[in-house]
């Protein structure tokens, strides 16, 4: 019964995957405009910087050793990029702002559009509030960032290689990509590191999310999570695409 609920939040993060959002079709058909990038590494970055305080913020309330121990691993890997010999996951990120025009000294205090706000408060009292049960977080944060099916158009390309071969960045700036967001050719286009994060949660929901409250609870957290994260890629695309501008490429 519980696998079926964790399979039923899985059907649901897939139904709505970033890849059925116009604003990733836009990126992924090489359509992107060096506005729509920046804005896209604007936007995107709060909810990022935001990422391993949710992630802690899970692990500090779950009791089982074992899997408080994969996130704080997952944390880690983050903020160090230690154990893939990178560094800081948000670094990368922002080295793929700067490959696009953005300086990231500008990010922590660039305005942010409601949507993205929205996006912000509802992960942070998801798994930080201690009157929200530690698995609507799970679900509707955790799994929704690591459950993501691949990004990848049409042909199976993927993210990385979209930025590496159609917008020509330099490896620096799609070295974001090869971590998250699909790989594409290499794999079945979920990098490994999402992979192995994905397998915990499903562990931790199927052991705590286990009464009917709590599964609507977690549930209802989900559906919450991807409307407004779709209503943020919208308020990307509507306020910083205009086809009429030139398609982004890398000139050094
Ligand atoms: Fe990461």
Redesign the pocket.
């Given at each position: 019964m519980s696998g079926e609920f964790v399979a039923d939040l899985e059907g649901m993060i897939r139904a709505r995957a970033k890849t059925t959002s116009p604003l990733y079709q836009t990126i992924l058909a090489g359509k992107a405009t060096q506005r729509l990038l920046r804005t896209f590494v604007e936007q995107r970055w709060p909810i990022?910087s935001w990422?391993t305080r949710n992630l802690t913020g899970v692990a500090s309330r779950v009791e089982d050793i074992a899997l408080r121990r994969s996130l704080i691993e997952n944390a880690y890997?983050?903020e160090f990029g230690a154990l893939s010999h990178s560094k800081r996951?948000?670094e990368?990120f922002e080295d793929f702002g700067r490959s696009v025009g953005v300086d990231p000294r500008t990010l922590a205090t660039a305005a942010q559009f409601p949507e993205t706000v929205a996006v912000v408060e509802h992960n942070k009292s998801a798994c930080n509030d201690s009157h929200v049960h530690f698995t609507a977080g799970t679900a509707s944060v955790l799994l929704l960032m690591e459950g993501q099916p691949p990004i990848a158009d049409e042909q199976g390309r993927s993210m990385m290689a979209v930025m590496r071969d159609t917008y020509e960045l330099p490896e620096w700036g799609y070295e974001?990509f090869k971590?998250?967001a699909s790989t594409g050719a290499e794999g079945d286009g979920v990098s490994e590191?999402e992979d192995e994060h994905t397998e915990p949660l499903r562990e931790l929901l199927t052991r705590y999310c286990d009464t009917p409250q709590l599964q609507d609870q977690a549930r209802a957290s989900l559906q919450t999570a991807i409307e407004l994260r779709h209503a943020h890629f919208d308020a990307i695309l509507r306020e910083a695409y205009d086809p009429a501008e030139p398609v982004f490429h890398y000139a050094g």
């Open positions: 990022k990422w890997e983050e996951h948000v990368t974001f971590h998250h590191l």
